[in-house]
T-cell receptor
Framework: AQSVTQLDSQVPVFEEAPVELRCNYSSSVSVYLFWYVQYPNQGLQLLLKYLSGSTLVKGINGFEAEFNKSQTSFHLRKPSVHISDTAEYFCAVSEIGAAGNKLTFGGGTRVLVKP | DAMVIQNPRYQVTQFGKPVTLSCSQTLNHNVMYWYQQKSSQAPKLLFHYYDKDFNNEADTPDNFQSRRPNTSFCFLDIRSPGLGDAAMYLC?????????????FGPGTRLTVT
């Protein structure tokens, strides 16, 4: 079984400042990694994913994440945030080859961008 | 645009009164999922269908049932809602192919139990 830990439940940040959201995972097998964003009263939207290849992954809205296998981490970064980035962010993993492509989510990080 | 649609967006039901939530997709995906998300928590998988094969999570209460009459539609039935079932219910789809592992989520249905 796998688990996902998002180390920060809330991250306040000023507009135009950088932000990093931390994600660590535990799994006995290889996994695919994802970051999703959820705006209030909406579903989840995929920001980016790591399946294979380059460990630095670029996603939508200026976000990027780096996969570090030795540290079992997949931290999300944005160099300059906007007010519109205020949302909840979820890190998730899926075991490679698992039936049904099931996701295991972290507890979420709420980002509050202040003017 | 191809998408995942959930109806209604907001549903109010009475304690113990059966309720059905609906999900449809135009992505022609093989896999459909139902999640329960309570306030300030991560989504929790209830069950999923791979084509017509139903897969229940071990800790999903018997009060929750699902139907998938065809590829496009999937329903979540709550037989006797309790106050603790108030939550956002999210439907998601996936192609089921290893090359495109991501899940596509609908906007959710927020269920209130009075």
């Amino acid at each position: 079984a796998q688990s996902v830990t998002q180390l920060d439940s809330q991250v306040p940040v000023f507009e135009e400042a950088p932000v990093e959201l931390r994600c660590n995972y535990s799994s006995s097998v290889s996994v695919y990694l994802f970051w999703y964003v959820q705006y209030p009263n909406q579903g989840l939207q995929l920001l980016l994913k790591y399946l294979s290849g380059s460990t630095l992954v670029k996603g939508i809205n200026g976000f990027e994440a780096e996969f570090n296998k030795s540290q079992t981490s997949f931290h999300l970064r944005k160099p300059s945030v906007h007010i519109s980035d205020t949302a909840e962010y979820f890190c998730a993993v899926s075991e490679i080859g698992a039936a049904g492509n099931k996701l295991t989510f972290g507890g979420g990080t709420r980002v509050l961008v202040k003017p | 645009d191809a998408m995942v649609i959930q109806n209604p967006r907001y549903q109010v039901t009475q304690f113990g009164k059966p309720v059905t939530l609906s999900c449809s997709q135009t992505l022609n995906h093989n896999v459909m999922y139902w999640y329960q998300q309570k306030s300030s928590q991560a989504p929790k998988l209830l069950f999923h269908y791979y084509d017509k094969d139903f897969n229940n999570e071990a800790d999903t209460p018997d009060n929750f049932q699902s139907r998938r009459p065809n590829t496009s539609f999937c329903f979540l039935d709550i037989r006797s809602p309790g106050l603790g079932d108030a939550a956002m219910y999210l439907c998601a789809t996936s192609s089921g192919l290893a090359a495109t592992y991501e899940q596509y989520f609908g906007p959710g249905t927020r269920l209130t139990v009075t």
